[in-house]
């Protein structure tokens, strides 16, 4: 049986009260074609600007197992909150990016941020795919920022080139096997994937649907908790805090630093051959 991605894609920029980084489906199409390699159904949660273009992505690769879902991110229940936290903060005011405050300060958009359980468990109860293992993914993750070309890291916002994906690239870490070596290699139900020092990070995580749904409704409640505690949390600090009260039983995959250690290709910053990368996770 497939497993199942989640993922969401919008269009919010740092000037809004929502925030983000003001990405369009066009800025992520490179990377994101990685994700139809994965042999896995794909969930997309997203909103009327963008829709379209996704859904022709999928038939221009004529990808038939995928469903869009439109979804106003305002939906949250608590959205309401992270405005007046936005505005408790100084980041926003009532029409949008507080003036004299940089963008970098609201490049985050914690309405999707907080939102990814909850789209798991959406596609979940509603059977969106039958699946017996379901899991999160960032449309951008296997951007070459973090992921060497030579790995299938593929600049944001650049055209699609069929050789640098697999089959062609056969280095290309974006294979059907993908999902199930890191299912092997953590050995449990789960995949959380972290810094040495306990951080998780939100870019990919899930496994099986009755864990999930489990995560699910400790993450609703602890966000809940926090927010109204007046920390404008985002989902890797909930996450982080969660597998170190609940979920250490399931492990998590750690890695030293983001950067690569592939000095030929591009975004190499000088780590040296023997860094624990994060790349290597997937090797």
């Given at each position: 049986?497939?497993?199942t991605?989640?993922t969401?894609?919008?269009y919010t920029?740092?000037?809004?009260?929502?925030?983000?980084?003001?990405?369009?489906?066009?800025?992520y199409?490179a990377?994101f074609?990685?994700?139809?390699n994965?042999?896995?159904?794909?969930?997309?949660?997203?909103?009327g600007?963008?829709?379209?273009k996704?859904?022709n992505?999928?038939?221009?690769?004529?990808?038939n197992?995928?469903?869009?879902?439109?979804?106003?991110?305002?939906?949250?229940?608590?959205?309401?909150k992270?405005?007046?936290?936005?505005?408790?903060?100084g980041?926003i005011?009532?029409?949008?990016l507080a003036?004299?405050?940089?963008?970098?300060q609201n490049?985050?958009c914690?309405?999707?941020c907080l939102?990814?359980?909850?789209?798991?468990?959406?596609?979940?109860?509603?059977?969106?795919f039958?699946?017996?293992?379901?899991?999160?993914i960032?449309?951008?993750?296997?951007?070459?920022?973090i992921?060497p070309?030579?790995?299938?890291?593929?600049?944001?916002?650049?055209s699609v080139?069929?050789?640098k994906?697999?089959?062609?690239?056969?280095?290309?870490?974006c294979t059907p096997?993908?999902?199930?070596?890191l299912?092997?290699?953590n050995n449990?139900e789960?995949?959380?994937?972290?810094?040495?020092n306990?951080?998780i990070?939100g870019?990919?995580?899930?496994?099986?649907?009755?864990?999930?749904k489990?995560?699910?409704?400790d993450f609703?409640?602890?966000?809940?908790?926090?927010l109204y505690?007046?920390?404008?949390?985002?989902?890797?600090k909930?996450l982080?805090k969660?597998?170190?009260?609940?979920?250490?039983?399931?492990?998590?995959i750690?890695?030293g630093?983001?950067?690569?250690?592939?000095?030929?290709v591009?975004?190499?910053?000088?780590?040296?051959?023997?860094?624990?990368?994060?790349?290597?996770?997937?090797?």
């Amino acid at each position: 049986m497939k497993h199942t991605l989640v993922t969401a894609i919008y269009y919010t920029t740092p000037q809004s009260r929502m925030g983000g980084r003001g990405y369009t489906f066009e800025f992520y199409k490179a990377p994101f074609r990685n994700i139809l390699n994965l042999g896995c159904n794909i969930v997309v949660y997203s909103h009327g600007s963008e829709i379209i273009k996704i859904e022709n992505f999928f038939k221009q690769y004529s990808f038939n197992d995928y469903k869009i879902i439109d979804y106003d991110l305002n939906s949250y229940p608590h959205s309401d909150k992270i405005y007046e936290l936005k505005e408790i903060n100084g980041i926003i005011n009532e029409r949008g990016l507080a003036v004299g405050t940089s963008p970098i300060q609201n490049d985050r958009c914690h309405h999707l941020c907080l939102s990814k359980l909850y789209f798991l468990n959406d596609t979940i109860e509603n059977q969106h795919f039958t699946s017996e293992k379901y899991f999160w993914i960032d449309a951008g993750l296997f951007h070459h920022g973090i992921f060497p070309e030579t790995h299938g890291g593929i600049e944001k916002f650049v055209s699609v080139v069929e050789e640098k994906y697999w089959p062609h690239n056969e280095n290309n870490i974006c294979t059907p096997e993908m999902i199930d070596k890191l299912l092997i290699k953590n050995n449990s139900e789960m995949i959380f994937l972290g810094m040495e020092n306990g951080w998780i990070v939100g870019g990919l995580f899930g496994g099986s649907k009755n864990v999930v749904k489990e995560l699910y409704v400790d993450f609703q409640e602890l966000s809940t908790t926090m927010l109204y505690e007046n920390d404008l949390t985002l989902e890797e600090k909930v996450l982080s805090k969660l597998v170190d009260m609940k979920y250490k039983k399931y492990n998590y995959i750690s890695f030293g630093i983001w950067h690569h250690d592939v000095p030929t290709v591009p975004n190499y910053f000088g780590a040296p051959p023997t860094a624990k990368s994060f790349y290597k996770i997937f090797i």
